[in-house]
């Protein structure tokens, strides 16, 4: 299993982007999926989540209602769009798998995680 994330960069704060994480080496529709982060200096932390289906997302309280994730399973892919960005969001963004139903937001409790895609607000 491979994941590859892509669509970090340089944002005004109050911006947006979207970060894409690509899934390969197995179907997508077996596996949760997670987004964490990691600011310099800190820990890995939580962002959001979704389930195999799509169906139960969890995110965040310092990103809910700005972050939303979803995934297209015949694709391969899980997204993260995030709106209205604050230079506290900046981090190293990365999607993480795991081979459950549901998500968690637990770092240990995820299988697979791909490279990091830098994310940087500041104006």
């Known amino acids: 299993v491979q994941l590859q994330a892509s669509g970090g960069g340089l944002v005004q704060p109050g911006g947006s982007l979207r970060l894409s994480c690509a899934f390969s080496g197995r179907t997508l529709s077996r596996y949760a999926v997670g987004w964490f982060r990691q600011a310099p200096g800190k820990d890995r932390d939580f962002a959001a989540a979704i389930s195999r289906s799509g169906g139960t997302t969890y995110y965040a309280d310092s990103v809910k209602g700005r972050f939303t994730i979803s995934r297209d399973n015949a694709k391969n892919t899980v997204a993260l769009q995030m709106n209205n960005l604050k230079p506290e969001d900046t981090a190293v963004y990365y999607c993480?798998?795991?081979?459950?139903?549901?998500?968690?937001?637990?770092?240990?409790?995820?299988?697979?995680w791909g490279q990091g895609t830098k994310v940087t607000v500041s104006s």
């Open positions: 993480a798998a795991r081979d459950s139903l549901l998500p968690s937001r637990v770092v240990r409790e995820y299988d697979y």
